[in-house]
């Protein structure tokens, strides 16, 4: 019989490429996770992962077990939130983690909402980016990921969550005062190709935004300032340190006395936003009204 705390371990090995990463994850000992590994692979008759020193990959006869793992968590998932919604579910504790600007767009907005919907459930907030907002729902250390879509990210039909659509946003071009394009209407970023440029860290989902613009525009940017605060950012783009493409919201309060800031010309760069949880989960009764408010806050952001 396969236990279903091994198929988790088995996934978190999958997603993390080594044992100490998955054991960290999930609060575990390396000893631990390579112990139940070898009683999973004891326990299925087959080997499961190679060991290299670059990490951990699994075997063809993992692959094929981690694509039942998938649907077996799933399933849980769903038994779990059946079994919530008996016993009515109506209170508790939702723990979501969002990246700053989602935070104050639509994770605020809708603790609002669900205060006053239902005042039963309690939302715990943890600050992440979004790359790392969705590994932390699969490891299951939150409820709820408010994320954005980035090279490499979870396709939407990924068997191990479920993701529901919040808003997009366009990316404005940030320029220093005296840049020569300041007086420009519209700003297309090929005509900054020229440019030094300021831009969140690799990793982060906005830094691949930007790079892929500035490939789509048959560039490659030179990034000399590198922060993922874009209040930094833009005080770079003040300076006269170099341009850069910021979020439209993240602008929002932000001081701009030193900087123009002019919409991209042609089709812009686009942050979209989700909320995601496991896959089998969306139905819980605590989750369901979660996700109902964050879209209700996410509507006037379009």
Known sequence: MIEARRLHILRAVADHRTVTAAAAALYLTPSAVSQQLAALEQETGHRLVERSARGVTLTAAGEILLTHANAVLAQLERAESELAAYGSGEAGVVTVAAFATGISLVVAPAITGLAASTPGIRVRVRDAEGDASLVMVLDRQVDVAVAVEYRGAPRADDPRLTRVPLYAEPFDAVLPLGHRL????????????????????PGNPCHDVVVLACEYAGFEPRLEHSSDDFRAVVSLASAAAGVALVPRSALADLDLKGVVVRPVDGVAPTRRVFAAVRR???????????????????????
């Open 182 to 201: 300041a007086d420009a209407a519209q700003v297309a970023v090929a005509d900054l190709a020229g440019d030094p440029w300021i831009g969140p860290y």
């Open 280 to 302: 089998g989960a969306e139905q819980h009764p605590l989750l369901r009204p979660v996700l109902a408010a964050l879209q209700e806050a996410a509507a006037p952001q379009g």
